[in-house]
């Protein structure tokens, strides 16, 4: 190792390298030294800028309430035959649109045809021996006149044409009961709809009242909504209203309501007729929208400045001043009444006017020191 006697032998370039190497060694040490003391202090009297809300409070404050309720028809009907018999056509598939007095069904009539026929012949029958028991009658009158026979012969005439008259109007009245089977043989839609369920095909023996066919009438949608009694005695009849659907918005007028309180449900059926020309299809879920009164005295805080607290409470985070113009955070409890989307409306230990945080309420502990951001606040 060189001694100072060492060095002074050494040339006056390698004293001036040592030189500027301990200066740099000197300015690294007080630059970091200084570094360490500005943040040490910038911690010490660090104020975190947080974003607040003015808290205001209000009587009557509304929220949209929201009741799903299902699109129906107005009319369904399953169609089957009145009478039994072989399916002999069926005009229509699922998914045919019909008008009222459409053909969509017919029974083989074949077997009924050759019946009809039958009873007809009996009727004409029995309408030449009415014929034959009149003449009969009248010459037996003019018999009687004559005093030729004895008026018991002329009743039994009359008799006679009497009972053939009776077995004319019943063979009538069998061909008629014929032709009204034969009526009942066919199924006629009762309505403008659309069919969405067959049942059976061609060549199947239907059975009396056996369900065919399925027709609903799509022209005409109504809703019904179950509703606490006191919403639905709001309503007023004939008023539109907003229903939410899954491909939009559509209007429906309130017809009317039961007015009976369902035992499981507790709600009161409303009914509504959906306007003509609107997207909604039988079976979709919809949703009607009302703009209820809150019956409280609150304000509203978005769900960013909610803290969970205690026995189901809520907190909020209050800004109380300190000193050099800064807030201290103090947290409030308070009880959420109705709940939004994104908001909540709230009542509590906080006054009108008060400053409170509005969203960050992880980065910040109760005691801190914060201050609003450029704009909010003071």
Do not use: C, K
């Amino acid at each position: 190792m060189a001694t100072p006697f060492d060095l002074r032998r050494l040339g006056a370039g390698a004293m001036v390298a040592l030189a500027a190497v301990a200066m740099a060694g000197i300015i690294v040490l007080v630059t970091t030294l200084r570094g360490a003391d500005a943040q040490e202090a910038s911690s010490r009297s660090g104020i975190l800028p947080v974003e607040t809300l003015v808290v205001t409070y209000t009587a009557d404050a509304r929220i949209g309430e929201a009741f799903p309720g299902l699109v129906t028809a107005r009319r369904e009907s399953a169609l089957g035959f009145e009478r039994g018999g072989r399916i002999e056509a069926m005009r229509v598939d699922v998914g045919d649109r019909v008008a009222a007095g459409d053909v969509l069904a017919e029974l083989d009539t074949s077997a009924l045809a050759a019946q009809i026929a039958a009873a007809d012949a009996q009727t004409a029958e029995a309408r030449v021996q009415v014929s034959l028991a009149r003449a009969t009658e009248e010459r037996q009158r003019t018999l009687m006149e004559r005093g030729h026979i004895s008026p018991q012969r002329l009743d039994e005439a009359t008799t006679a044409t009497q009972a053939a008259d009776a077995r004319r109007a019943a063979a009538a009245a069998s061909a008629d009961a014929l032709r009204a089977q034969l009526a009942l043989s066919v199924i006629a839609a009762p309505y403008d709809g659309v069919v969405t369920a067959r049942m059976v095909d061609e060549g199947a023996i239907a059975a009396p009242g056996q369900a065919i066919l399925n027709i609903v009438e799509d022209g005409a949608l109504e809703i019904r909504v179950g509703l606490p009694p006191v919403t639905a005695a709001r309503l007023v009849a004939g008023q539109p209203y907003d229903f939410h659907i899954d491909s939009g918005e559509i209007e429906a007028m309130f017809r009317a309501s039961t007015g009976v309180v369902d035992v499981q449900s507790r709600s009161v059926t409303a009914v509504f007729d959906v306007a003509a020309g609107q997207s909604a299809q039988a079976g979709q879920v919809a949703r009607l929208v009302l703009d209820a009164p809150i019956d409280a005295e609150g304000f509203w805080v978005p769900t960013s400045a909610l803290a969970e607290g205690r026995r189901g409470l809520w907190s909020v985070y209050a800004l109380a001043e300190a000193e050099g113009g800064a807030y201290r955070i103090e947290p409030h409890s308070v009880e959420a009444l109705r709940v939004e989307a994104d908001r909540v409306f709230v009542r509590g230990a906080v006054d009108h006017g008060a400053l409170i945080l509005a969203s960050g309420l992880q980065r910040v502990t109760p005691g801190q020191r914060v201050r609003p951001l450029s704009g909010q606040g003071q």
